[in-house]
């Protein structure tokens, strides 16, 4: 079942990550959304993002819990430090 996950996380990260036609990018654009980098998953995000604007919670939900993810790995990869005082008077 893990192969079968690893697959499957593969092929949806390589089709993720296509760029998007120019027409697509020219309908988000008249849309109002600025893109920099016109990637299938950014229609995915603006999709999420308008069913959760029109009041969707389960679009809701997923949005925080992306957002709280990004914010996870921030806070996973910052390193504590520990300052010892171990020098005598």
Avoid: C, H, W
């Avoid at 995915?44 to 992306?66: F, H, P, T």
């Avoid at 921030?74 to 300052?83: D, F, L, W």
């Amino acid at each position: 079942m893990k192969e079968n996950d690893k697959l499957l996380y593969k092929t949806l990260k390589t089709l993720l990550n296509e760029k998007l036609s120019e027409a697509e990018v020219e309908s988000l654009k008249a849309e109002g959304f600025v893109i920099n980098n016109p990637t299938r998953k950014t229609a995915v995000m603006i999709a999420l993002y308008k069913k959760a604007s029109s009041g969707d919670l389960s679009a809701i939900k997923e949005l925080r819990s992306i957002v709280s993810e990004k914010n996870d790995e921030k806070s996973a990869q910052t390193k504590a430090v520990m300052i010892i005082d171990d020098i005598g008077n």
